[in-house]
């Protein structure tokens, strides 16, 4: 097992209805030495890939994004889930929904921020059927920005979304792939060699 | 001027109701190197007071934070603003009120990561009239954590939530104190020394 798969055998919580809790170092309270170790791997994977700029969605994704930033020296740009006031000019605009919440939303950012001159590096959290990865591909092709690499720190492998983005020719990195959960059995993680 | 009240100056837009935007650098594009510098501040000013955790509110809290609790080696806890299906047990809740939204929310916190043991630094990008502040301060006290201080990116000088703090007896660090801004004259510094 790789530090993350370790970790989450050793602090994660298996909960009814495919819940992986692990809110205790990645997502409400937060290891910023795990999360670094997380950043510096994307980094070694991705760093000859010319990428200029780390996307996120708010919230979560935003602690794994500014770790691999610093050591890609680039800005991250998160998107944002509501319409702020504060969002002014033109937005790209997604529609994703939330299985978690089971409502629509969307996620935007504002065009400034991204353009064909970018080589993007989207990260987050966790991938399962992988709605909001797909509002963020779908706003890099509005501005026609490059999707240079997909960082992901836990992967549901028994849910469909990585293996789209991998058919459709994204290079996917998941830290840790859990294919299969039981509140009794524990975890079962993908060999990835 | 200090390195973030340059950084203001430059990048920073003045628009009609007091809104200063700060998204290229601060809460939607993010300059990483910038916000390390913000937390190495934090951390020379509090580094001798016990802090053993770093508490803000999502979303654009938890770049700073991230970076600040590097320097401290302690871990982020941020609170949530809306209750989610994947914040069970018992849980801090304290009512905020939004006047960019104009509606109130929760902020909430999963009681199990904060204590009558912990001694925290609370962090936010901007400080106006501090209702956001206040629910972070009152979650703290609900669990008996002790605030070792308060540190703040922007704050809006011409508004009262960093003077009500201070009277309260918290010590507040705000990087940058804009005293007045005006979308012709531009921004008025507070000169701290």
Redesign the interface.
Known sequence: MNFLEERIASDGQV?AGN?L?V???L???????L??KIGKTFYKKYKDKGINKVLTV??SG??I???T??YF?V????A?KAK?????GDLYTSVVHSF??DKDYNVT??K??LSSEDKVLLVDDFLAVGKAMNGLIDICNQAGATVAGIGIAIEKGFQDGGSRLRGAGYDVTSLAIVDAMDEEKGLTFRDQG
Do not use: G, W
């Open positions: 909960r819940i809790k809110d205790s170092f997502n409400h309270q937060l290891d910023v030495e999360l670094d708010e919230a935003i602690a994004a500014c770790m930033a610093q020296h800005p991250v740009v998160f944002k702020s006031k504060n969002l002014d978690t919440y950012l504002a400034k921020f």
